[in-house]
Nanobody, 118 residues
Framework: QVQLVESGGGLVEPGGSLRLSCITS????????MYWARQAPGKEVEWVSR????????GYRDSVKGRFTISRDNDNATLYLEMRDLKPEDTAIYYC???????????RGQGTQVTVSM
C-alpha cells in the first residue's frame, strides 16, 4: 500500500522559514521522480518543485526559485522541501506526490498546511 505522509507545516511570518518532510512507503521510492505541489484556497493544485530519482535534476516553479530547495533521502524514502523567505502567497496545503500526477489525490499524501501571515 502506497503511503505518503507530509509534515512540517505551520504558521509563519513573512520572511520566515519552514522545512517540510514527506515520509513514504509501499513503492520503490528511489526509482520515482518526486514532486511537491500545493493548493491555495479556491485555486487548483500547482506543482512547486520536482526531483529526479538520484537528485541529479531538480526543478522549481518560477515564483519559488531561489527560496525553496527540494531534496531527498533514498535510504529513508523521504522527500524534503526547505522553504525560506516565505511570502503570504505561499500559503497553501502542500502535498508530496510520486510522479507528476499530483492532481490525483490517490497519488499524493494528505498534505500539510503552510500559512504565511503576520
Amino acid at each position: 500500500q502506497v503511503q505518503l505522509v507530509e509534515s512540517g507545516g505551520g504558521l509563519v511570518e513573512p520572511g520566515g522559514s519552514l522545512r517540510l518532510s514527506c515520509i513514504t512507503s509501499g513503492f520503490p521510492f528511489s526509482t520515482w521522480w518526486m514532486y511537491w505541489a500545493r493548493q491555495a484556497p479556491g485555486k487548483e493544485v500547482e506543482w512547486v518543485s520536482r526531483i529526479s530519482p538520484y537528485s541529479r535534476q531538480k526543478g522549481y516553479r518560477d515564483s519559488v526559485k531561489g527560496r525553496f530547495t527540494i531534496s531527498r533521502d533514498n535510504d529513508n524514502a523521504t522527500l524534503y522541501l526547505e522553504m525560506r523567505d516565505l511570502k503570504p502567497e505561499d500559503t497553501a496545503i502542500y502535498y508530496c506526490s510520486k510522479g507528476a500526477n499530483y492532481a490525483d489525490p490517490q497519488s499524493r499524501g494528505q498534505g500539510t498546511q503552510v500559512t504565511v501571515s503576520m
